[in-house]
T-cell receptor
Framework: GAGVSQSPRYKVTKRGQDVALRCDPISGHVSLYWYRQALGQGPEFLTYFNYEAQQDKSGLPNDRFSAERPEGSISTLTIQRTEQRDSAMYRC????????????FGPGTRLTVT | QKEVEQNSGPLSVPEGAIASLNCTYSDRGSQSFFWYRQYSGKSPELIMFIYSNGDKEDGRFTAQLNKASQYVSLLIRDSQPSDSATYLCGRPPRTRDDKVIFGPGTSLSVIP
């Protein structure tokens, strides 16, 4: 079956612009996670959802970052007024169980802020 | 101090040897841990999950958890070149309003 998909796969934007990154989880998966991963580092947790409810957003770096999952399926991570330090790989993962170790990762969106 | 720490490596082992990857954690409240494997340029994929003290075996992989000493390890027996990847240790959310923590990963290279 289809895995987790993310779009766009690559995004180049100018500093100060807003970007929206989309995640389509595996159908039926109840939890959805967002991470940021720098080269040579492990995924850095940003936030996650159980169904449509955002459970923890303490990993969001600042108030320019927000996420939603309004219908408990597709999720969008929005970064407002992008800065060069926001450049990274943004990964989404979904899980068939709540608060679970079992996560299926998408291919990621490579964001470059110029 | 980061909650989950790993040696970044690279760890090099000859083909057929046992690769031993270690992870330490600082929060005694953490009860369960996972290991993910990430090939270069790819996404992480789950290998093992462990929540009890002792060993858990799955094929060539054995995860070990020692809660008293606060470490988790992953042993890969009969290492193959295809095992060359970065191995990420971490833990799932402990409660409904908690983070997922990944360590920085250890790079493993299996030399033919």
């Amino acid at each position: 079956g289809a895995g987790v998909s993310q779009s766009p796969r690559y995004k180049v934007t100018k500093r100060g612009q807003d970007v929206a990154l989309r995640c389509d989880p595996i159908s039926g998966h109840v939890s959805l996670y967002w991470y940021r991963q720098a080269l040579g580092q492990g995924p850095e947790f940003l936030t996650y959802f159980n169904y449509e409810a955002q459970q923890d957003k303490s990993g969001l770096p600042n108030d320019r970052f927000s996420a939603e999952r309004p219908e408990g399926s597709i999720s969008t991570l929005t970064i407002q007024r992008t800065e060069q330090r926001d450049s990274a790989m943004y990964r989404c993962a979904s899980s068939p169980r709540l608060d679970s170790y079992e996560q299926y990762f998408g291919p990621g969106t490579r964001l470059t802020v110029t | 101090q980061k909650e989950v720490e790993q040696n970044s490596g690279p760890l090099s082992v000859p083909e057929g040897a046992i690769a031993s990857l270690n992870c330490t954690y600082s929060d005694r409240g953490s009860q369960s841990f996972f290991w993910y494997r990430q090939y270069s340029g790819k996404s992480p994929e789950l290998i093992m999950f462990i929540y009890s003290n002792g060993d858990k075996e799955d094929g060539r992989f054995t995860a070990q958890l020692n809660k008293a000493s606060q470490y988790v390890s992953l042993l890969i027996r009969d290492s193959q070149p295809s095992d060359s990847a970065t191995y990420l240790c971490g833990r799932p959310p402990r409660t409904r309003d908690d983070k997922v923590i990944f360590g920085p990963g250890t790079s493993l290279s299996v030399i033919p």
